[in-house]
């Protein structure tokens, strides 16, 4: 069996999604703490990562990249070579997907569903708000539905984002939260 590299599996990976209705990729997405980066984000339904860990890669930083790609994404895949498809599944949590990155005999390459990612039960919202840009957030903090109500658009743009998002967390309820999600997909697909 060939290894496969980095970059042969992101080529692929990029090509798959590309195929997708509406589908907006982003590469190296840096998750807000900078504790981590996701290889490949899509936005289509959910925004989704994709962590790349070829034949080629250690799985040992795992452990570090699970609870932030938890934190940030509302679901996400492992897409993994040959070598690392059977230790994999018990490192990653049952919620996330597996994918398996297989080299045909024509040279080229598949990805196999080995697992569907679920809804990650650990998303934060506030993590969540934080991939948008400071302007962006401030923007859709500014409607009526959300801060609009309480503070005036130059009020909310003289905020830092941190605060907005506070703000956002702390007075919202749950429906005007699932709301706002909808909101940064919409914009992140915009991007």
């Not at 509406?22 to 190296?28: A, V």
């Not at 290889?39 to 994709?50: M, R």
């Not at 130059?154 to 005007?176: A, C, G, H, W, Y």
Request: aromatic content about 8%; some cysteine; proline content about 3%.
């Amino acid at each position: 069996m060939k290894k496969l590299d980095d970059k042969e599996i992101r080529i692929a990976l990029n090509s798959r999604l590309s195929t997708y209705k509406n589908c907006k990729i982003f590469e190296e997405v840096t998750v807000p703490s900078g504790k981590a980066r996701a290889d490949i984000v899509s936005v289509n339904g959910h925004v989704v990562a994709y962590e790349i860990k070829s034949d080629f890669d250690s799985i040992n930083r795992l452990k570090t990249q699970i609870p932030e790609y938890d934190r940030n994404f509302e679901m996400n895949y492992i897409v993994v070579g040959v070598k690392h498809v059977e230790s994999i599944s018990s490192i990653i949590p049952d919620y996330w997907g597996i994918i398996l990155a297989k080299k045909t005999r024509a040279n080229t390459i598949r990805l196999l569903f080995n697992r569907r990612a679920r809804l990650n039960p650990n998303l934060s919202f506030k993590d969540f708000l934080s991939l948008l840009s400071s302007n962006d957030i401030k923007k859709i903090a500014s409607k009526k539905d959300y801060l609009g109500r309480q503070l005036t658009s130059s009020q909310v743009r003289k905020l830092f984002k941190q605060e907005v998002i506070n703000r956002l967390d702390d007075t919202l309820p749950k429906s005007l939260k699932s709301s706002l999600k909808n909101q940064v997909r919409l914009q992140l697909k915009n991007l």
